[in-house]
């Protein structure tokens, strides 16, 4: 059981590791991770409200809100009326957005790569066989744990 927690603990340590690895290089490209989520995922959905992002990151309204406000400021995105609802605002990746969003992703990428040279194909296969069946038992442990309060309140 002990070799359970210690394998937990370097995985923690590794994906913390890679990812102030990846943060590094794509800041010093003028984006970090953490906004280039919201502006990769703007590039894909095209313009939305941030209710809308909001879902598709899977973060708090609030969270996403202050994401923009930071990202408009820097001219990487721009709010518009809603043509639907005048209450609501449109978000849109602008051009400079799109242009750092697509400059940070060659380091992102060329870091990535270099880091998984440490393994081979078959042994790159293997872990992400191992990372499927670990995320499938927490995908089943969390609609599991989902499905728990609503047969006590049934």
Not at 46 to 71: K, Q
Not at 82 to 92: H, L, Q
Not at 119 to 143: F, G
């Amino acid at each position: 059981m002990r070799q359970t927690f210690d394998v937990a603990d370097k995985l923690f340590d590794l994906y913390h590791r890679i990812y102030r690895l990846v943060n590094d290089c794509m800041t010093e490209q003028g984006v970090s991770l953490a906004r280039s989520k919201f502006l990769y995922f703007l590039s894909r959905l095209g313009p939305c409200r941030s209710t809308d992002l909001a879902c598709a990151l899977n973060f708090a309204p609030r969270t996403v809100t202050e994401a923009i406000d930071g990202l408009e400021r820097d001219k990487l995105v721009v709010r518009q009326p809603d043509p639907e609802d005048r209450r609501a605002k449109i978000v849109s990746i602008t051009d400079m957005g799109t242009t750092v969003l697509m400059a940070a992703e060659n380091p992102k990428k060329e870091i990535i790569n270099e880091i998984f040279t440490a393994l081979d194909d078959e042994q790159l296969k293997q872990l992400s066989d191992i990372i499927e069946a670990l995320a499938r038992k927490a995908d089943e442990i969390s609609k599991r744990s989902a499905d728990e309060p609503a047969k006590r309140t049934a």
